[in-house]
DNA sequence: GTATTATATATGTACGTACGAATTTAGGGG
DNA sequence: CCCCTAAATTCGTACGTACATATATAATAC
């Protein structure tokens, strides 16, 4: 520290004469004699100090005149200061992207951070032009929601680029499996699981599920789902394990339907989320199947849909949402600040129960 | 020209050599000693030259190295060229916000325009801070939906110098009528009229209102129910023309009631929004009033509130939402391309009539 | 008092030297 | 062939000088 050169010295000097206004913006400061004489050391070394300054934009050089302290140097700490967070999420109206981008917004907001959004529509093409636009804007971190994370994306090469890069990344969610970054999302084997033995402890013993195949949310619910069944020892039918993709989500009543007329049906359904249940009661409502008086659902994300039905309000597990995205602003603001690598925040699935869950036994009851 | 000092000569043959990529990204570029040979003069003028590359990013020295072009510089010229839309909105997550937000994404993306988010929670403070930062963070241009827009904004002085500087700015919703700002906006006037012409259509004639006080849509739709009336030669009850402003908002329900158990009611009511026409209804229903039966109402912006009321489905005037976002963004888009001044956008309101309206006449039917 | 001019002052350009510090390269020893 | 060391290379710091150019100030002429 104390062999530091002569020319960072002055600067340093220099500098906090500055900020603390003792050279005041706008006035003169010493002329390059006059500050040789006060730190003995020859004109070229003030020359070097000084010019760093210019550079930062403390100070003005005007030939002939002086040097200047400089009025812009405060704004441009201001903007330069200022931190941007890019946000890339597959949606932005639908559903609980409101609230999470909204957590988002309130977290940075807090800290003086800027936030930049961009959404994907579920789509890799886009998710590309997204990551691309982000990193031209020099963002200082950013929050991804992967799109399509259960399969192959060809945007991984970005990620990589991007996590050798001291820019950080964090995903919401779901992560890719083939990376390993960090992320902050609910704990989706559990939830499925605690889904499925809700309706076990109810008294079913079939039990059906409708998940997501192309995202890594789906893909664990539908893991937690079988685990479930597996430690109550209880068996599955494959007819009754519905998977779709996001281009077939208009498709899906139709598909209900065909399921709905092939035969015998499970006494109560897994559902990916409070869309598809709503989707799945309507239809089975249309077929004059009760919920949950036949058939049991639990759905997941206990969104508006939970209480929108006028029949039936959904059990469902709950999403954390707001907190979700004050989880992954919090992590990233704080990554920014410390250069610190992040560490995953897994949240605890809760249930709420509501109406749409029955216990067989009081079905049976009445059949009986 | 010719007379050009030696340093500035031999940095533009530098930039010159690393543009056309005679020394190509990554490599070393000669010595100074050799630069020295190379132009004949002091290592002093050659270190000139090579300290502003560096400090304009195309150079990277290394001491006991070399000096290397930096592969930096490309990437910064391009985060410059891309261009970003500021938008600041009252809410995110709630109402018909995601959807507006979503339009202008959706349109912003389609011209390759990032956008930066910010949101106000409807106050002012927090207004000013957005601002404050959009500015500092050199947008290419605003969208902004007013923060309280019917009282006197303290921000305003921040508007006027903005519409002095060359950024677009373009409000949403509503404007601020001090100002003469463009906008783009549904017609609220008429959108108010409508709702009430509606009712007057249906036979009522005692019809009452409940609308927001502190922003401009709510006053418009104020004095389109207003016009409505007048132009009907109709008179209204004072009782039952009924303000809330944005804090107040949680007490709402509380107000109702006092005011349901006042007395004579209208045989209909206008509701500021969806949201303000559940609260009522829910209130209604709590006090064995049926709607549409005894009590009709028609709301406004036909939000998904509007469907999931169970009893009944609303009546509600259609609010552009997306398409209200894609032409604010359309517009700042054009402006900032082509630097004309905005010219204001208009949408017409249009009725979606539903459950929540009935005529008079069968209500008298049945009474009779 | 004002306009012009000379002088002083300030920064700009450009040369030179010397030695320090970091890195690469070449050479030598095992 | 590998490891260590010494030398060479390259940039960093720091001193010096000289003169150019732009600006401010003081002196001068009107």
Redesign the interface.
């Known amino acids: 520290m104390l062999n530091e050169p002569k020319y960072i010295i002055i600067k340093k000097n220099l500098q906090l004469k500055i900020e603390n206004q003792d050279y005041s913006l706008g006035t003169k400061i010493p002329s390059e004699a006059e500050l040789r004489q006060e730190y003995d050391v020859s004109r070229h070394t003030i020359r070097q100090a000084i ?1 760093e300054l210019v ?1 930062d934009g403390y100070l003005v050089k005007q030939q002939g005149s002086g040097t200047f302290v400089s009025d812009y140097y405060k ?1 441009r700490q ?2 330069n200061g ?1 931190k ?1 967070i890019g946000v890339i999420t597959t ?4 559903y609980i ?3 999470i ?2 957590g988002i ?1 309130e977290e940075l ?1 807090k800290h ?1 951070y ?6 994907t529509r579920n789509n890799v093409e ?1 998710e590309k ?2 990551l691309e ?6 963002v200082d971190g950013l929050i991804v929601e992967p799109t399509k994370s259960n399969l192959m994306n060809p945007n991984l090469n970005y990620y990589l680029s991007l996590s050798e890069k001291p820019t950080p990344l964090i995903m919401l969610n779901a992560s890719y499996e083939e990376l390993d970054l960090p992320f902050v999302a609910l704990d989706d084997v559990k939830a499925g699981k605690m889904a499925t033995e809700h309706l076990i402890d109810l008294g079913h013993t079939d039990i059906g599920i409708i998940t997501k195949s192309d995202d890594l949310q789906g893909k664990n619910r539908l893991k937690g789902y079988l685990k479930a069944l597996y430690d109550a020892k209880l068996t599955f039918s494959n007819e009754f394990i519905m998977r779709y993709d996001t281009e077939a989500k208009n498709d899906l009543p139709s598909l209900i339907r065909i399921m709905l007329e092939s035969g015998q049906l499970p006494t109560a359904f897994v559902c990916y989320n409070d869309e598809i249940a709503v989707m799945l009661i309507k239809e089975l409502n249309d077929k004059g199947i009760s919920c949950p008086d036949d058939i049991s659902v639990v759905s997941h994300d206990n969104s ?1 849909y939970s209480t ?4 039936v309000k959904l059990t469902s597990i709950e999403h954390p949402k707001e907190k979700l995205g004050i989880q992954a602003a919090r992590s990233i603001v704080q990554a920014v600040e410390n250069r610190e690598p992040i560490t995953s925040y897994i949240f605890d699935p809760e249930l709420i129960i509501r109406e749409s869950t029955k216990a067989i036994a009081e079905k049976d009851e009445i059949e009986i």
Chains 1, 2 share one sequence.
């Open positions: 010019s550079n704004t201001i903007g200022k941007t949606y932005l109206s639908d992207f409101p609230s981008i909204r917004e907001s003086d800027s936030l930049m959004l961009s959404s886009n032009r997204s636009s982000m990193m031209a804007q020099n508006f929108t039905l006028p029949s």
